[in-house]
Structures are given as structure tokens and as C-alpha cells.
């Protein structure tokens, strides 16, 4: 099993920059590739961004291309979701998840674990 905890949310406003961090824990051995969700209120979760299991291949949904990026420390067992220039529809709660595939995916079901999620309010 593999547990992933969300931090970094918060309420900021739009321009702003904010760092997401998601911990992983357990059988993280077994993880490839981990990406970046979102769910505003009353829509579905939709992909953010995922990132391969080196670190060396990222992919991004076109709303966010330019101005997220996701990094990881495997050290650390830690991926990262930096958000910069902040839009009003970022606002969404935010969850990383981790899949054991080999290659980068941006379907929900193909994760296997998920984050209990993080807030992420931006006002205009």
C-alpha cells in the first residue's frame, strides 16, 4: 500500500504563485509515474499534469501549460506542483496520485493511489 498526503494549499490571489507538495509513504517502490489532479466545485476531477518516475518527462494539461510545473525528489519520496501566475479558475481541490504504470497517463483510473486532496482558492 501506498499513502500520499497533500500539503500546500491555501487562499491567494490571482497572480500569485503557490507550491503544492505531496509525500509518498509505504510501498513506494512500487510507484512510477505521479500526477497532479483538480476538481473545481460542481465539475468533474480532471488532469493536471503527470510526471515520469525519473523525473526526466513531464506532460500538462494545456490550461496549465506555461505556468505549472511538476518536479519530484525521489529521496524523498516527494512530488511537487508549482503554480505560478494564479487565474480565479484554478481554484479547484487539488490531489496527486501515483500509479504503478511505466509511462505517463492522464486518465483517473489509471492511478492507483490518491491524496486526500488540497484546497487552492484564488480571488480576483
Known amino acids: 500500500q501506498v499513502l500520499l498526503v497533500d500539503s500546500g494549499g491555501g487562499l491567494v490571489q490571482a497572480g500569485d504563485s503557490l507550491r503544492l507538495s505531496c509525500a509518498a509513504s509505504?510501498?513506494?517502490?512500487?510507484?512510477?509515474?505521479m500526477g497532479w489532479f483538480r476538481q473545481a466545485p460542481g465539475k468533474e476531477r480532471e488532469f493536471v499534469g503527470a510526471?515520469?518516475?525519473?523525473?526526466?518527462?513531464?506532460y500538462y494539461a494545456d490550461s496549465v501549460k506555461g505556468r505549472f510545473t511538476i518536479s519530484r525528489d525521489n529521496a524523498k519520496n516527494t512530488v511537487y506542483l508549482q503554480m505560478n501566475s494564479l487565474k480565479p479558475e484554478d481554484t479547484a481541490v487539488y490531489y496527486c496520485?501515483?500509479?504503478?504504470?511505466?509511462?505517463?497517463?492522464?486518465?483517473?483510473?489509471?492511478?492507483?493511489?490518491w491524496g486526500q486532496g488540497t484546497q487552492v482558492t484564488v480571488s480576483s
Open positions: 496520485a501515483a500509479t504503478t504504470a511505466s509511462r505517463l497517463v492522464i486518465l483517473i483510473t489509471q492511478y492507483n493511489y
Open positions: 509505504g510501498r513506494t517502490f512500487s510507484i512510477n509515474a
Open positions: 510526471i515520469s518516475r525519473s523525473g526526466g518527462s513531464t
